[in-house]
């Protein structure tokens, strides 16, 4: 096996990597503070299209992780950017919140129900049946189907919470149309945020606490991977799949060192 290159650059996953029902994983701190005063460039990365960078700042710095939102990379922002290469200034429908709503208002998308050039679906916590009801039928009718990601469920206190791969299924099943999912394990997603910190992948690394999406977008933008142990992921898991990461840690803060 061809020897990698040390790593310049450094890309992680926020759930589960850093924090964990709203709770910070021991040493995200001491991890996020290396980066920092290393100036190495680096992104957290989240699916979830919620939030803006700006909200998911203020939402970290309040557990004390201080992550400017400049080096937060969305499913959201993947999402407009990938729009923007493929229909500069189209239309959508889009179900969502202001995580997604505010990415496409910014590249000059319009949004309207209204022969939409795409229906794009997000994450939001009040999907209701008129809103689906009104994206099957633009599908119907020939607008194409966009996700920001393929998470069939999301969590929250009280357990899991129905989310964006689960309610596309829903609407594949009405239409017959497959989505095109923009976030992770799409690649996609990884080398728009590496072009966003001007970095390569060859030197760049990516921590998860996933397999199927963390690890495997990683492996797929041909990054080194690290799989952490602090999230959904367990030990036992990793042998069912046919890919493996580059190592396995118990959490971040056995990734301080290498920074």
């Known amino acids: 096996m061809a020897e990698r290159k040390p790593i310049e650059s450094w890309l992680t996953d926020m759930d589960g990597v850093l924090m964990h029902e709203g709770i910070p994983v021991p040493g995200a701190d001491a991890f996020i503070k290396r980066l920092r005063e290393s100036g190495r460039p680096f992104l957290v990365l989240t699916n979830n299209s919620i939030y803006t960078p700006r909200d998911l700042h203020a939402r970290l710095s309040r557990i004390g992780l201080d992550v400017p939102w400049e080096s937060i990379w969305t499913s959201a922002l993947a999402t407009a950017q990938f729009l923007d290469e493929q229909r500069p200034s189209g239309t959508a429908y ?36 008129e809103a689906l ?39 594949t099943k009405a239409t017959g149309v497959e989505p095109y999912f923009v976030g992770k394990p799409n690649p996609l997603m990884m080398r728009h945020g590496l072009n966003v910190i001007g970095a390569h992948s060859e030197t760049s690394a990516m921590i998860g606490d996933r397999m199927d999406t963390d690890v495997l977008a990683g492996l797929e933008a041909g990054m080194e991977t690290f799989l952490v142990l602090t999230g959904l992921t367990g030990k036992n898991d990793i042998e069912r799949h046919p890919f493996r990461p580059s190592r396995v840690v118990d959490s971040i803060a056995d990734l301080v060192d290498l920074v």
């Open 133 to 171: 009801t009104k994206a099957i039928r633009l599908i119907n009718d020939g607008a194409r189907f966009i996700a920001t990601n393929p998470d069939e469920t999301g969590p929250s206190a009280d357990g899991a919470l129905p989310a964006t791969g689960s309610v596309a299924a829903l609407i």
């Open 94 to 129: 889009v179900i969502g919140e202001a995580g997604l709503t505010t990415a496409l208002h910014d590249i000059g998308y319009v949004l309207t129900d209204h022969e939409p050039d795409y229906v794009v679906l997000g994450e939001t916590r009040t999907y209701s049946f």
